[in-house]
């Protein structure tokens, strides 16, 4: 039997180069991709410890009524998609602290953090849908944010938002309470990039 090296001896390295590239590419795409997701967790401290730092400081700024600082420090995280700033900023926006008040402003707020499952926001939302304010008013998609805050409610608040969600549905018939509950359920939360 003939070999490749007996018609060509440099052939015989050729294919063993071939051989062992292709047995390393998948060993090289394994390491560009350890090394990028290295990168990526080494670049979330770096980023993360400065938005918390920045919610922090705009809580802080709320806690002293400084509202026209607080909106400062929570407009731009809000803008990146930080829920619990679009949260605080639809609070601002619907008091008219630190902001001209605007309900239509602060709906959209409340909306973009409550699609993320920020509870407060699920329930502010809800309230706005109830009284009409910044939004049509429809019962239906008062009760569904109602209901999931309520969901989502930590211990303390829940029994509040309860009875707030249970005098929203008292007026509501059995097939805009099934509505409600429906689209309740089939809501999931969207994280925003």
Do not use: C
């Amino acid at each position: 039997m003939m070999k490749l090296t007996d018609i060509d001896p440099k052939l015989d390295d050729t294919v063993s180069d071939t051989v062992a590239r292709r047995r390393l590419r998948p060993r090289l795409r394994r390491l560009a991709a350890v090394i990028g997701l290295a990168i990526v967790i080494l670049a979330l401290p770096i980023a993360t410890p400065s938005s918390a730092q920045s919610l922090r400081q705009g809580i802080a700024a709320v806690n002293r009524q400084d509202y026209q600082r607080a909106s400062r420090i929570f407009i731009p995280l809000a803008e990146r998609g930080n829920a619990a700033a679009q949260a605080y900023l639809g609070f601002l926006f619907e008091t008219g602290r630190g902001v001209p008040q605007n309900h239509t402003e602060a709906a959209m707020w409340y909306r973009r953090a409550a699609e993320q499952g920020d509870s407060l926001a699920q329930y502010s939302l809800g309230l706005l849908y109830d009284r009409g304010q910044g939004v049509p008013r429809d019962i239906v998609e008062a009760s569904k944010w109602l209901n999931l805050s309520v969901a989502a409610a930590p211990p303390r608040t829940r029994d509040a938002r309860q009875r707030i969600r249970d005098a929203v549905t008292s007026k509501m018939s059995r097939g805009e309470i099934a509505e409600a509950r429906l689209r309740a359920l089939e809501w999931a939360p969207v994280r925003e990039h």
